[in-house]
């Protein structure tokens, strides 16, 4: 069920998006307005990002299969890795044009802009507000929001741009107003990138591995704990694989309960909600948790 909701949420966004897309450029040409015309190619970068997302959001909800044993969560992660990238170039770029506008001001219709930029807030606010329920649980619907909230705060910054223009007919401060949202839109497709990036490099999702080494010694079977992998597979999963060194004679009956508490534990102390655990008794005993440059 929600996830038929975040589809149709996709829809609405995509289709409003494109309206405003199409409203920026035409009032942006007819305006001379840097800043609108960096809104609407923002915007335009949005609608790709957003169908981007959508997709993988699709492709991610597929079961399991034998070429993908795992499924298909991670297209999502990757959807919000290339946004994040795309938003950072296109910043870039947007930058770049903003400090040839100040050297080469040019004049703007201030009325025309102020219109198009209140319609664009508008709805640039609504699509931000459509996605914020279910950002904080989906990395990719975070970055389509992401993308939604840049889009509101360049409408704020041009809207303000746009006043000051119409009332003090300063042509200074579209570029000052492109360059100020510009950055900020650097900084936050930065943080989501980075964030993706972790995830697909299967980095530790701020675990504490001393504690789950202290945990995990806490039961009396346990002798020791190495070879030891902390992952983020997806929003929803932390995983953990490891070795443990058991006491001598341990039933396969035995074994598998000792496997079902530490895996509830993990799971209600840490937040690691798919354990494996290989057991062993003398092979590794002398091992540390984190072993390097050898084969597991």
């Not at 508008?122 to 989906?138: E, T, Y």
């Not at 303000?160 to 360059?179: E, H, N, V």
């Not at 598998?256 to 102390?269: A, D, N, P």
């Amino acid at each position: 069920m929600r996830q038929n909701k975040i589809t149709s949420k996709y829809f609405f966004v995509t289709a409003l998006n494109i309206i405003i897309t199409l409203a920026e450029f035409l009032g942006g040409i007819f305006s001379g307005s840097l800043a609108l015309l960096s809104d609407a190619v923002h915007n335009l970068s949005d609608v790709a990002a957003i169908v981007i997302s959508f997709i993988a959001h699709l492709i991610g909800q597929k079961d399991r299969n034998k070429r993908k044993t795992f499924g298909y969560q991670r297209a999502e992660t990757l959807a919000a890795f290339t946004n994040g990238v795309v938003l950072f170039v296109i910043s870039f770029f947007l930058m770049i044009e903003a400090f040839e506008r100040f050297s080469q001001p040019q004049e703007v219709k201030g009325k025309l802009m102020l219109i198009i930029a209140i319609i664009g807030l508008i709805a640039n606010g609504i699509s931000m507000l459509v996605m914020k329920s279910d950002s904080a649980h989906n990395l990719n619907v975070r970055s389509t929001f992401l993308h939604m909230m840049s889009d509101a705060l360049s409408s704020v910054a041009v809207v303000i741009g746009a006043a000051m223009i119409y009332f003090w007919k300063s042509s200074l401060i579209d570029p000052l107003m492109t360059l100020l949202v510009s950055i900020f839109v650097m900084f936050e497709a930065y943080k989501i990138t980075r964030k993706a990036a972790n995830i697909l490099m299967e980095s530790n999702p701020n675990v504490d591995l001393d504690e789950i080494k202290k945990l995990v010694l806490t039961f009396p079977e346990v002798t020791n704990l190495h070879h030891l992998h902390v992952w983020r597979y997806s929003d929803d999963l932390i995983m953990m694989d490891a070795h443990i060194n058991v006491t001598e004679k341990m039933s396969v009956v035995q074994l598998e309960q000792l496997y079902m508490k530490i895996g509830h534990e993990l799971k209600e102390k840490l937040g690691i909600n798919h354990v494996t655990l290989q057991a062993e008794y003398q092979r590794g005993i002398k091992e540390s948790m984190i072993v390097l440059n050898k084969d597991d």
